[in-house]
């Protein structure tokens, strides 16, 4: 795979021409598994988890060496990363400091697509993750991880229903990406 810096640089592309929209402010920061221990740590994260992101700073953080890395960057940096720059809702997340957010994701969703806010954030992070991994190859590793993760997989599935019937266009109509 080439490196880091031009795989972004090329998602991005194929992100402004195919959704219409592109990641702008939001940044990436990779650590290796000793400091990702200590990032977690220190700011009271689960230490099992590979990546976050936090709206506010419109930062993504990604732990190194990991058999999902790429797909975890997808995710963060871009299906977090574009809906917190571009949806209404992400938007509004931005406003708030990491504690109210996730207070702010567990309240009850009107989607009509989840039950909680928490999950709209997250399935929509999957249907970029999965879009991006089309467009690097690396499907088969991104199936793999949804079978990984059987919670991630219930929700994805409902976003994957959605945009079957009706569009992704549909969608982003729906969370007011602008
Ligand atoms: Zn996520």
Known sequence: MQDLETLIYEINDFSKSNFG?????????????????????????????????????????????????????????????????????????????????EQYLYKKSNSGISEYFIEDYEGIAMLFEEKISIFTNTIELFNKKLKHFPNYNSIFEKFKNFEKEYSLKEIFVKFEFL
């Open 21 to 101: 929209f592109k990641v702008e402010k939001s940044s990436l920061k990779t650590y290796s598994s000793y400091n990702w221990e200590l990032f977690c740590k220190k700011n009271g994260f689960n230490l099992a988890s590979e990546g976050i992101y936090i709206p506010n700073i419109l930062r993504a953080y990604v732990k190194e060496n990991t058999d999902y890395f790429v797909l975890n960057i997808f995710h963060e940096l871009f299906g977090h990363g574009l809906f917190c720059e571009h949806s209404l809702f992400g938007k509004k997340l931005c406003t708030l400091d990491f504690k109210e957010a």
